[in-house]
């Protein structure tokens, strides 16, 4: 152990993380079988390094997705990084890195 790493934060770990879903599914009308979500992620700062040396801000990301059902065929649209927020994921070993832009997926699934 290094004692001038004594008492900080380890690298690349948030002192703070949120996240919050919501999800609506439509019922007994025009709209059933559709369904909607979206959420948000929070990671608070970290550092780089033990010496707590270089900080790495902190960035906060909307998600959505939206999906549709029937019969037991369901069609699902999710998006992260929503907004398409250019942000710091993490630092370490003297680089950072760029965290993911917006990724969009469609999934078609059956369920038997």
């Known amino acids: 152990i290094n004692p001038a790493n004594v008492g900080n934060r380890p690298?690349?770990?948030a002192n703070t993380l949120g996240s919050v879903w919501a999800n609506y599914r439509f019922f007994g009308?025009?709209?059933?079988?559709?369904?909607?979500?979206?959420?948000?992620?929070?990671?608070?700062?970290?550092?780089a390094d033990n010496t707590e040396t270089t900080k790495v801000p902190d960035f906060a990301l909307?998600?959505?997705?939206?999906?549709?059902?029937?019969?037991?065929?369901?069609?699902?649209?999710?998006?992260k990084n929503l907004m398409?927020?250019?942000y710091v994921s993490t630092c370490g070993s003297g680089n950072c890195f760029y965290g993911n832009r917006r990724n969009v997926i469609a999934t078609l699934s059956y369920a038997w």
């Open 11 to 13: 690298a690349q770990v």
């Open 29 to 47: 009308n025009n709209l059933e079988g559709l369904a909607i979500g979206v959420g948000g992620r929070y990671v608070g700062e970290t550092y």
């Open 62 to 79: 909307m998600d959505a997705t939206v999906s549709y059902t029937v019969n037991n065929m369901k069609i699902q649209v999710a998006a």
């Open 84 to 86: 398409d927020k250019e």
